[in-house]
T-cell receptor
Framework: ETGVTQTPRHLVMGMTNKKSLKCEQH?????MYWYKQSAKKPLELMFV???????ENNSVPSRFSPECPNSSHLFLHLHTLQPEDSALYLC???????????????FGNGTRLTVT | GQNIDQPTEMTATEGAIVQINCTYQ??????LFWYQQHAGEAPTFLSY??LDGLEEKGRFSSFLSRSKGYSYLLLKELQMKDSASYLC??????????WGAGTKLIIKP
């Protein structure tokens, strides 16, 4: 496999459920990201991991909990979500900033999350 | 605050040329990216500009004017498969990416 792979592609969950989104990258990158994409809105950066350490948490509610066990894998654990959390959740990877400032992000196809 | 402006939607005809504009107001500038995103798919990298001028890649070109806070993506010889959303993003002085809301491009036969 190549690129960035996200699972599941679609997820429907109730507000009391607990679920996890998974992301895996096969590009040898050392930075990974979670973004939220809502219709007609800019991408919202949620979390950034660089060399497996969280370097950014953009005031994301605690019902979203990231985990980065190694430089190839990233998880987003979800619990007690709200209907307004329904969106497309995108994972991305890149070379770490500082080494290559024009390094583009490589995105996965996303998980379409619906909270009922 | 920081802001990226792009038209919400544009329509063009197959075989024609279309220009998608992006204006930005950011705290500093460390490059501008264009991405293409087909419905239900991942955004994919198209181009990067950090110096003023035009960068050409096949049917796609991207232009930057830093003094005007302005960029455009030019698509030539449009094909139906070019129907997608086009996202503009600027890296600011802290190397954070600031994203526009995207322009949905509709290609008609």
């Amino acid at each position: 496999e190549t690129g960035v792979t996200q699972t599941p592609r679609h997820l429907v969950m109730g507000m009391t459920n607990k679920k996890s989104l998974k992301c895996e990258q096969h590009l040898g990158h050392n930075a990974m990201y979670w973004y939220k994409q809502s219709a007609k809105k800019p991408l919202e950066l949620m979390f950034v991991y660089s060399l497996e350490e969280r370097v950014e948490n953009n005031s994301v509610p605690s019902r979203f909990s990231p985990e980065c066990p190694n430089s190839s894998h990233l998880f987003l654990h979800l619990h007690t979500l709200q209907p307004e959390d329904s969106a497309l959740y995108l994972c991305a990877s890149s070379q770490e900033l500082g080494e290559d400032y024009n390094s583009p992000l490589h995105f996965g196809n996303g998980t379409r999350l619906t909270v009922t | 605050g920081q802001n990226i402006d792009q038209p919400t939607e544009m329509t063009a005809t197959e075989g024609a040329i279309v220009q998608i504009n992006c204006t930005y107001q950011t705290s500093g500038f460390n490059g501008l990216f264009w991405y293409q995103q087909h419905a239900g798919e991942a955004p994919t990298f198209l181009s990067y500009n950090v110096l003023d001028g035009l960068e050409e890649k096949g049917r796609f070109s991207s232009f930057l004017s830093r003094s005007k806070g302005y960029s455009y993506l030019l698509l030539k010889e449009l094909q139906m498969k070019d129907s997608a959303s086009y996202l503009c993003a600027v890296r600011d002085s802290n190397y954070q990416l600031i994203w526009g809301a995207g322009t949905k491009l509709i290609i008609k036969p």
